[in-house]
């Protein structure tokens, strides 16, 4: 079974420039999540899909949205970048079936860069 | 504000001694604790997790504790092995419906040969 697919892995954006980040669940989970991981801050929680519906949310400003596809990929958007959102984003996927109790599996996550 | 602490950013420990890493948590509304291994360039896998009914989960070499009265919860590992040295995230939620799992900053672990 495929893992967890995040493209692309490596971006370099200017500030103010807006960016697309891409995530392909393993096939028959039906839950995503973004999280956001900077130095010395662990993982940050962005947001959850769940059926193409956001479930939850963290507490990140409106430039950060996603969306989630019939086929469960999922798409993460950030408009007008700032210096400050450098970091690597994170996806994981899981069954959808048993809540949080679900085991979440990562993807390898892509790395922004912004200048 | 953060919720979940984890107050080490790095530990050492030889190989075949006990590991343990300790996370805090403020929210009492948590009710599900995790802990997650990263190795670098790959994202997080699962290790293991306890819920609030119990205060001890085992798996092989891991074992998870939790103290609900003193918002703490630690991981060890026996024996340590140099394979295990990697960033163990601990990380918590609370029932919101579906994945709002709230991490730590991470303990970096070093295990020496």
């Known amino acids: 079974k495929a893992g967890v697919t995040q493209t692309p892995r490596y971006l370099i954006k200017t500030r103010g420039q807006q960016v697309t980040l891409s995530c392909s669940p393993i096939s028959g989970h039906r839950s995503v999540s973004w999280y956001q991981q900077t130095p010395g801050q662990g993982l940050q929680f962005l947001f959850e899909?769940?059926?193409?519906?956001?479930?939850n949310k963290g507490n990140f400003p409106g430039r950060f949205s996603g969306r989630q596809f019939s086929n469960s990929r999922s798409e993460m958007n950030v408009s007008t970048l700032e210096l400050g959102d450098s970091a690597l984003y994170l996806c994981?996927?899981?069954?959808?079936?048993?809540?949080?109790?679900?085991?979440?599996?990562f993807g390898a996550g892509t790395r922004l860069s912004v200048l | 504000d953060q919720q979940v602490k984890q107050n080490s950013p790095s530990l050492s420990v030889q190989e075949g001694r006990i590991s343990i890493l300790n996370c805090d948590y403020t929210?009492?509304?948590?009710?599900?604790f995790l802990w997650y291994k990263k190795y670098p360039a790959e994202g997080p896998t699962f290790l293991i997790s306890?819920?609030?009914?119990?205060d001890k989960n085992e798996d092989g070499r891991f074992t998870v504790f939790l103290n609900k009265s003193a918002k703490h919860l630690s991981l060890h590992i026996v024996p340590s092995q140099p394979g295990d040295s990697a960033v163990y995230f601990c990380a918590a939620s609370a029932n919101t419906g579906g994945f709002k799992t709230i991490f730590g900053a991470g303990t970096r672990l070093f295990v020496k040969a």
């Open positions: 929210n009492s509304m948590f009710d599900y």
């Open positions: 994981a996927s899981s069954p959808g079936t048993s809540g949080r109790r679900d085991i979440q599996y």
């Open positions: 306890i819920s609030s009914i119990k």
């Open positions: 899909y769940f059926s193409e519906t956001q479930r």
